[in-house]
Structure formats: C-alpha cells, structure tokens
Nanobody, 125 residues
Framework: QVQLVESGGGLVQPGESLRLSCALS????????VGWFRQAPGKEREGVSC????????TYADSVKGRFTISRDLASSTVYLQMNSLKPEDTAVYYC??????????????????RGQGTQVTVSS
C-alpha cells in the first residue's frame, strides 16, 4: 500500500526556517514527480514546488522562489522542502503528492489520491 507521510511542520517566527519531509512507503521515488502544495483557511490550494522524476528538475511558485528549496533522497524515498525566510503568509497546511508520472504537472498532482495527510506550518510573531 502506497503512503506518503509529511512531517516537520510547526510554529515559527517570521524569518525563521523549517524543513518539511515527505516519506513515501510502498513504492520508490526513482522515476516519479512529487509536488508540495499548501492550503490556508479560506484560500484555494496552491502548488508550491515540484521535483521531476525524469531528471530531478525543480519548479517553484513565484511566492516562494528564492526562499524554498525542494530536494529528494532516492535511497530513502523522501522529498524535502527547505523553507527559509518564512513569512506569515506562508501559514498553511502543507502536503505532498505524487501521481506516479515522470513530469511535474501540478494539476495532475493536485488531483492525485496519493497524497499525505498534511503538516501544519504556522508563521507568527
């Protein structure tokens, strides 16, 4: 059974950092794209970042470019989201998803049933 489990969320002050993890069990990440999404109360789901299963290339939403970095460890089938210079507007539930395809198609990833339960990130002073 395929499962994705996120961890690493928490409460931080503006300007601080967090690293989220997305661990995949029941399969491997070797050839699959994984995306990070977030959803804040009353707001639409937003695609944050994605790492391609094809060549490990990455994409970012404009709102997080230069602050967030996505990476993966194929040996442990884990994808990370390093979040620096956090802002209050980054507050949301973050979750990861895969659709078991090679490329980052955010619409497909967002609609996939293969996603974790989410981890809460709160940025507040």
């Amino acid at each position: 059974q395929v499962q994705l489990v996120e961890s690493g969320g928490g409460l931080v002050q503006p300007g601080e950092s967090l690293r989220l993890s997305c661990a995949l069990s029941g399969s491997t990440l070797d050839y699959y794209a994984v995306g990070w999404f977030r959803q804040a109360p009353g707001k639409e789901r937003e695609g944050v970042s994605c790492i391609s299963g094809h060549d490990g290339s990455t994409t970012y939403a404009d709102s997080v470019k230069g602050r967030f970095t996505i990476s993966r460890d194929l040996a442990s089938s884990t994808v990370y989201l390093q979040m620096n210079s956090l802002k209050p507007e980054d507050t949301a539930v973050y979750y990861c998803a895969t659709d078991f395809t090679l490329f980052c198609v955010m619409a497909s990833l967002s609609a996939s049933n293969y996603r974790g339960q989410g981890t809460q990130v709160t940025v507040s002073s």
